[in-house]
């Protein structure tokens, strides 16, 4: 760690006493993801940023994530997240911007055991990352599709289900995309996946922003938590422009 974060770091300490210097998994790409996903940015190992995930993947293209960082509600930026054994290790990188609470339900490929990441980057431009280890049997990122045996596939792309949950102050709203989410390592299909997401209210004011990676397993399961009544509208986006749009009561 150099000086600049380890100043930050004591200052931030009396306001951060879960935060710790050690890796809480320990793991010999830290420092490389440190640098290709932060930047060298200053950094704190936090266990208020909470990963919550299956100690064992059962089934590998499948795998549910959550991430958690509402202990810093008002206060993030945006939320990072990989895989770091992955072979294309990027998840989600996830713009919480108004009237959604900093949480995320997603779920995920893994090609073998692996640390999981999540970095949230505060106002005060401090990195809190939280971690977690999964085991696999493997091959998650290397299965075929089971999307593509499906008669007529193609025609439900972009097709949407699901509702509103509430929770008291929240409102959860699940939800699970129709796409195949092609990553590019399956001989003879190249890469198609959905690559942004918008989230606006009935205003169409913009609550929050996502990009997706190939690393989110096919037909892919999202869940948001949004403050305040009224319909959400998720729009989407793939990597050969196909655009989409749904509304949820």
Not at 37 to 45: K, R, S, Y
Not at 47 to 52: A, D, F, G, N, T
Not at 82 to 103: H, M, Q, R, S, Y
């Amino acid at each position: 760690m150099n000086w600049r974060a380890r100043w930050l770091l004591a200052c931030w300490l009396p306001l951060a006493a879960q935060a710790v210097e050690v890796d809480p998994v320990p793991s010999v790409m830290w420092a490389f993801y440190h640098k290709q996903m932060l930047g060298d940015a200053p950094f704190v190992f936090d266990e208020r940023v909470k990963l919550l995930a299956p100690p064992f993947a059962e089934d590998a293209r499948q795998v549910p994530l959550e991430i958690d960082a509402r202990a810093f509600k008002g206060e993030v930026v945006r939320i990072l997240a990989w895989a770091e054994l992955n072979p294309l290790p990027k998840i989600v990188d996830f713009e919480p911007l108004t009237g959604v609470l900093p949480w995320l339900s997603i779920r995920i490929r893994v090609e073998q055991a692996t640390p999981l990441r999540a970095a949230v980057l505060t106002r005060d431009g401090l990195w809190h990352v939280g971690s977690t280890l999964i085991d696999a049997a493997g091959g998650g990122c290397t299965a075929p599709s089971v999307v593509r045996t499906q008669p007529g596939w193609e025609e439900r792309i972009g097709e949407v289900l699901g509702g509103r949950y509430p929770r008291g102050e929240f409102s959860r709203v699940r939800l699970q995309v129709a796409h195949p989410m092609d990553n590019g390592m399956v001989g003879g299909i190249p890469e198609f996946f959905i690559n942004h997401a918008e989230l606006r209210d009935q205003n169409d004011q913009l609550l929050a922003r996502l990009e997706l990676f190939p690393a989110v397993s096919e037909n892919p399961n999202l869940a948001f938590d949004i403050e305040g009544a009224g319909q959400t509208r998720l729009m989407l986006r793939d990597n050969s422009g196909n655009q989409f749009d749904a509304a949820i009561p």
